[in-house]
């Protein structure tokens, strides 16, 4: 074989066939997660030849989740590592829809892969979690206030203000704890270190800062009279502050 023909060779092999251009998979390279909400991936295969035939059309993400054959029958493969889903096909569109989207199933790609008579195509879409937190519970113990947050996502700081004043960087130390349960999801304990001194009626208020937006995302207020408190959710953090700024006043 003389280099012009192995050179045409090369070329031959290395150059996409006319259906593979012609054929496409349609799909949204980010789709953003809100939480505790429902999530769908679409999948779309388009061609501008006639007599497309799909043989295979499936989402995977690192195993099988679910395809569809010839007949048009969707097979759905459950297992342990994601959540609830189901999947949903039309018209060359298959859709892969979550119930809810946690953590764990956001750390890698989803890939739509295509079989047809006029070739093989597929894409990748990934999915990002909404920034998330929310109050649980708060609590008194040994004169020191607590709070807790669950469900948060990707990370957060917890910062403490007594009577309008930022505790966070002073004298004051609180005591934090993080874990992730089984599905990625981040709780956030704190308890800060309140003297005998330092009791007062002025209120405490317990905040999430989030790690990805640098803004707090949930607060916990915390009003004591000596004995006894409570605890109750702020919806505005910046309410709870206006609030503890009038006291102190």
């Known amino acids: 074989m003389d280099a012009t023909t192995f050179c045409l060779f090369c070329f031959v092999l290395a150059a996409p066939s006319a259906s593979q251009e012609l054929l496409r998979l349609n799909v949204s390279p980010t789709v953003v997660a809100e939480f505790n909400s429902r999530v769908s991936l679409h999948c779309n295969a388009s ?3 006639k007599g497309l035939l799909i043989k295979h059309m499936g989402w995977t993400q690192d195993s099988k989740l679910c395809s569809v054959n010839e007949e048009e029958t969707v097979i759905t493969h459950q297992n342990n590592l994601t959540g609830r889903f189901h999947c949903e096909y039309e018209d060359g569109r298959l859709s892969l829809v979550f ?3 946690r953590p764990l199933e956001t750390r890698k790609q989803f890939m739509c892969k295509l ?3 006029q070739g093989v195509v597929h894409g990748f879409t990934t999915v990002e979690l909404q ?3 929310e109050a649980a519970a708060s609590s008194f113990q040994n004169k020191s206030p607590s709070c807790t947050f669950n469900h948060v996502y990707p990370d957060g700081e917890v910062h403490w203000f007594h009577g309008g004043r930022n505790l966070s960087g002073g004298s004051e130390r609180a005591l934090t704890r993080k874990s992730v349960d089984p599905r990625g999801w981040l709780t956030i304990s704190s308890q800060l ?3 005998g001194d330092q ?3 002025l209120p405490y208020n317990c905040s999430l800062r989030g790690a990805r937006s640098g803004r707090y ?3 916990i ?3 004591g009279n000596g004995a006894a408190w409570r605890s109750s959710d702020v919806p505005k953090t910046a309410l709870c502050l206006l609030l503890s700024l009038v006291i102190w006043k």
Do not use: D
Request: glycine share 4%; net charge positive; proline share 0%.
């Open 47 to 49: 061609t501008s030849q």
């Open 99 to 101: 119930q809810r989207m």
């Open 115 to 117: 079989r047809s008579n």
């Open 131 to 133: 920034e998330n937190g």
């Open 193 to 195: 270190a309140v003297h």
């Open 199 to 201: 009791e007062s009626r």
């Open 217 to 219: 995302i949930a607060s």
């Open 221 to 223: 207020a915390l009003a």
